[in-house]
Nanobody, 121 residues
Framework: QVQLVESGGGLVQAGGSLRLSCAASGRTFSRSIMGWFRQAPGKEREFVAAITWSSDSVTYADSVKGRFTISRDNAKNTVYLQMNSLKPEDTAVYYC??????????????WGQGTQVTVSS
């Protein structure tokens, strides 16, 4: 079992930055593929980024490439999402999740409660 708690959301102006953190508990974290998803009002939850357990591979949604960076610290059981050059369309609730397989990073089996990110224009 994995429990995930996100933090770091908030209100920021367009062009600004935020760093989200996801604290995980559970013995399997260090061997888990982890990712970030987001859900804007009235929209479906969408994939943002994923990282392998060893950090040797990362992948991003096209909409955030070059602006967001996912990383992890297995010693701290924490996954991060550094978000730069934020745009109003990045406004959403961001969720940390454990991804089931690198073959389909849009499938996940555990997720947190989410943290709100609001980008003002």
């Amino acid at each position: 079992q994995v429990q995930l708690v996100e933090s770091g959301g908030g209100l920021v102006q367009a062009g600004g930055s935020l760093r989200l953190s996801c604290a995980a508990s559970g013995r399997t974290f260090s061997r888990s593929i982890m990712g970030w998803f987001r859900q804007a009002p009235g929209k479906e939850r969408e994939f943002v980024a994923a990282i392998t357990w060893s950090s040797d591979s990362v992948t991003y949604a096209d909409s955030v490439k070059g602006r967001f960076t996912i990383s992890r610290d297995n010693a701290k059981n924490t996954v991060y999402l550094q978000m730069n050059s934020l745009k109003p369309e990045d406004t959403a609730v961001y969720y940390c999740a454990r991804i089931s397989s690198w073959n389909n990073v849009r499938e996940y089996d555990y997720w947190g409660q989410g943290t709100q990110v609001t980008v003002s224009s």
